[in-house]
């Protein structure tokens, strides 16, 4: 079993930034991928990056793509989604999702945490 728990979210204006925090414990093994995804009214959830745990290595959705970066911080299970130059159409229910190498989907899931962008 792996919890996670987001924190981080909240109000800002258009053009702000937010850090999103997400802690891992549990069963978590040698490897793995720390993925946000977010979800806002009305719309289906979408995948907004992704990190490998041991390399680093990460994704982007294209859109946040130079705004937005995800990092990892191994000796406090933490990973993190910084946003910047936030937009309205940013905002959604964030989450953060671990993935098992041997998954073909993400296999935990966070609670989410609400992030508003005000114009």
């Known amino acids: 079993q792996v919890h996670l728990v987001e924190s981080g979210g909240g109000l800002v204006q258009a053009g702000g930034s937010l850090r999103l925090s997400c802690v891992v414990s549990g069963r978590t093994f040698n490897n793995y991928a720390m993925g946000w995804f977010r979800q806002a009214p009305g719309k289906e959830r979408e995948f907004v990056a992704r990190?490998?745990?041991?390399?680093?290595?990460?994704f982007y959705l294209d859109s946040v793509k130079g705004r937005f970066i995800i990092s990892r911080d191994n000796a406090k299970n933490t990973v993190y989604l910084q946003m910047n130059s936030l937009k309205p159409e940013n905002t959604a229910v964030y989450y953060c999702?671990?993935?098992?190498?041997?998954?073909?989907?993400?296999?935990?899931w966070g609670q989410g945490t609400q992030v508003t962008v005000s114009s």
């Open positions: 990190i490998w745990w041991n390399s680093g290595s990460t």
């Open positions: 999702a671990f993935q098992y190498p041997s998954s073909s989907s993400y296999d935990y």
